[in-house]
Each structure stands twice: as structure tokens, then as C-alpha cells.
């Protein structure tokens, strides 16, 4: 049976490739759709969801619970403000990666914070839309 693997995206990624694109780059989040495409292993699907409001983040997961292997989230700046998020990640027993395009740590201080890190199993920041792929052929390997 085919495993499915969330892909969650958090307020202002909709606004990929026209949001600041000298640090989020040009590519859109049909981009990351398709480079996570890509990076699947065999018998694993995904699927891709974007919202601007915390608690859809919060109702996905735990749909996740139920529907998805795994976890993808660019949790956007509720990585550094939810604790509603991770509530939701402790409550979700398979592998969770979180992934930020941007290296974080580079930037302003109160991004340097995440609550995901306390439930994530890996984190990338700073590929690019790479991160997305190596965080799907991460989730395949733990989930497989
Ligand atoms: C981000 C980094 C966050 O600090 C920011 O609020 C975002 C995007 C990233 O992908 O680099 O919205 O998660």
C-alpha cells in the first residue's frame, strides 16, 4: 500500500517566489511540489498543503495522525511563536523533519528559536528548495 507524506507549509509561503526573493529565491511553492516529487521513494506518495492560519497547520497534523507515514513542515514563522504546532507534532508518532529555505541562523535573533526542534527529527535550513527534497528522501528512509 502506498505511503503518503504530508508536506506542510505555514503563513506567507503561498507567497513564494514573489515574497523577498533575495532570500527565498524565485521558485514557487509548485516548485516544491515537484522537486518532493522527485525525491520520493517507491510506494510514496505526498501532499502538499499551504495555510496561512495556525490552527489548519494544527487540524492537518492531526489529521496526519490518521493519513500520513511522515511529516514535512516549513512551519514559516509559527516555528517560532507555536506552541500549538508543537503540541500537535508530540501527538504524531511517525518521523517529522523540519525544513527552513533560509538559513535562520544567519538572520534576526527571535528566528534562531523553534519550537518544532523540540519534536523534529532532522532540520535543514538554508538549501533553498533543496531542503524540501532531502527532508522527503529523509522521511522515506525512516518511514520505509
Ligand atoms: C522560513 C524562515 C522563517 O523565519 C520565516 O518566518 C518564514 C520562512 C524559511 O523557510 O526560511 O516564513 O521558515
Known amino acids: 500500500m502506498t505511503k503518503t507524506i504530508y508536506i506542510l507549509n505555514g503563513p506567507n509561503l503561498n507567497l513564494l517566489g514573489k515574497r523577498q526573493p533575495e532570500i527565498y529565491g524565485h521558485e ?3 516548485d516544491v511540489e515537484r ?13 502538499m498543503m499551504q ?14 495522525r490518521e ?7 516549513n512551519p514559516g514563522a509559527l516555528t517560532h ?10 501527538a504524531f508518532e ?10 535562520v541562523h544567519k538572520r534576526e535573533t527571535f528566528r534562531h528559536h523553534s519550537y518544532v526542534s523540540l519534536r523534529a527529527d532532522g532540520v535543514i535550513a538554508g538549501l533553498g528548495l533543496e531542503g524540501y527534497a532531502a527532508a522527503v528522501r529523509r522521511v522515506c528512509s525512516l518511514a520505509g
Open 51 to 64: 495555510s496561512n492560519w495556525e490552527g489548519q497547520i494544527v487540524d492537518w497534523i492531526h489529521e496526519a
Open 67 to 73: 493519513e500520513a507515514c511522515g511529516i514535512v513542515i
Open 35 to 47: 522537486m518532493a516529487r522527485d525525491a520520493l521513494a517507491g510506494g510514496f506518495d505526498c501532499r
Open 81 to 90: 511563536t507555536s506552541v500549538a504546532v508543537l503540541d500537535a507534532l508530540n
Open 94 to 103: 511517525g518521523p517529522v523533519i523540519e525544513v527552513h529555505i533560509s538559513n
Open 28 to 30: 514557487t511553492l509548485e
